[in-house]
Each structure stands twice: as structure tokens, then as C-alpha cells.
């Protein structure tokens, strides 16, 4: 069965930085790309950044291009999302997903504020 | 990039009718990587049915998707009341991978 958990949310300051991880298992982690996606309070889905199974490849929404970074360590089964200049926008919950030709399977995802 | 428009934004219907939930994209969507995920309250999504027509493990019958290119459906036969939730169409053939903006299934 896929697991992914998500860790890392909280309270920051805007103009802040959060690092999220989310352990990987029930899977062959090196396999598959995996995926971020955010959902603002009361908001829909928004795809954030994705990256492939070695960890060569890396695309971005245009919101978020240039302030956050997606890596992964296939060594421990996670994935990254470090999240600079963060805006009060930013606020929302972020999960991550395994990709794959079946569509995404997702974390129950970690909540992130962005507020002074 | 390629956007998804969902419709309707809310669809009001009883338990045992017919939905019928649209999804169009402002292009062709590659291969039919066309998915959509079901969202209920305080949840996260789940895969209901990817490829534009194949259905997600364990998910039943009664959902069905259709389409190609930038025309895709998703169909539930017969609603139980589970099936009152939040819809999300998302594409997966060239990134950025967007969702469309929901369709609100509440009942009547």
C-alpha cells in the first residue's frame, strides 16, 4: 500500500523559509516521480512542482518558480519541497503525490501559514 | 500551459440519479493522461479514474470517464450518498500538470 506523510508545516513569518519532507513507502520510491500540490483554505488544487525518479529533472508552476525548490534523497524514500520568501498566498495545505501513468496517489498533507 | 475548465460549478442532484460532470482543456490533452480525483471534507484526493477511462482500484462501477482530446467526462450512474463531494479533473501530459476549479457534487 503507498504512503506518503508529510512533515514540516507550521507557522512563518512572511518573507520566511519551510523545508517540507514527505517519507515514501509501500513503493519502489526510485521508480516514480513524485509530485507537490498545494490547496489554499477553502481553495481548489493548484500543482506546484515535480520531479523525476533520479532526481535530474525538476518543472515548476509560475507561482512558485524561483522561491521554492523540489529534491528528493531516493536513499531515504523522500522527497523535499524548501520553500524561501514565503507570502501570506503561500498559506495553504501541501501534499505530496507519486506520479505514474495511474494518476497521482497523495499524503493527507501538511498545513503551512504564512503570517506575522 | 494548459487550462481545465470544469462544469458545472455546483451540481445539485438526489441519491440514485445520473451525474454528469465536464471537464475542458484550452488544448489537446496528451495520450488521454487525463485524470479525476474525488475531495471530501477535511481529506485528501483520490484517484477515481486516469487515462480519461480507466478506473482507479477499488473504485466502483458506477464511475465512469469518457473523452479525448480537449472533451472529457466523468459519469456517476447511480449517486450514493458518499458520492457527494468535490471533483477535480487534472492533466498529466505536459507540465505544469493543472487541475481544473471543481465541481461541488452536494445533494438536493
Known amino acids: 500500500e503507498v504512503q506518503l506523510v508529510e512533515s514540516g508545516g507550521g507557522l512563518v513569518q512572511p518573507g520566511g523559509s519551510l523545508r517540507l519532507s514527505c517519507a515514501a513507502s509501500g513503493f519502489t520510491f526510485s521508480t516514480y516521480w513524485m509530485h507537490w500540490v498545494r490547496q489554499a483554505p477553502g481553495k481548489g488544487l493548484v500543482w506546484l512542482s515535480h520531479?523525476?525518479?533520479?532526481?535530474?529533472?525538476?518543472n515548476y508552476a509560475d507561482s512558485v518558480k524561483g522561491r521554492f525548490t523540489i529534491s528528493r534523497d531516493n536513499a531515504k524514500n523522500t522527497v523535499y519541497l524548501q520553500m524561501n520568501s514565503l507570502r501570506a498566498e503561500d498559506t495553504a495545505v501541501y501534499y505530496c503525490?507519486?506520479?505514474?501513468?495511474?494518476?497521482?496517489?497523495w499524503g493527507q498533507g501538511t498545513l503551512v501559514t504564512v503570517s506575522s | 500551459e494548459i487550462v481545465l475548465t470544469q462544469s458545472p460549478g455546483t451540481l445539485s442532484l438526489s441519491p440514485g440519479e445520473r451525474a454528469t460532470l465536464s471537464c475542458r482543456a484550452s488544448q489537446s490533452v496528451s495520450s488521454s493522461f487525463l485524470a479525476w480525483y474525488q475531495q471530501k471534507p477535511g481529506q485528501a484526493p483520490r484517484v477515481l479514474i486516469y487515462?480519461?477511462?480507466s478506473r482507479a482500484t477499488g473504485i466502483p462501477d458506477r464511475f465512469s470517464g469518457s473523452g479525448s482530446g480537449t472533451d472529457f467526462t466523468l459519469t456517476i450512474s447511480r449517486l450514493e450518498p458518499e458520492d457527494f463531494a468535490v471533483y477535480y479533473c487534472?492533466?498529466?501530459?505536459?507540465?505544469?500538470?493543472?487541475f481544473g476549479q471543481g465541481t461541488k457534487l452536494e445533494i438536493k
Open positions: 487534472q492533466q498529466y501530459g505536459s507540465s505544469p500538470y493543472t
Open positions: 520531479i523525476s525518479d533520479e532526481g535530474s529533472t525538476t
Open positions: 503525490a507519486r506520479g505514474g501513468q495511474s494518476g497521482l496517489s
Open positions: 487515462g480519461a477511462s
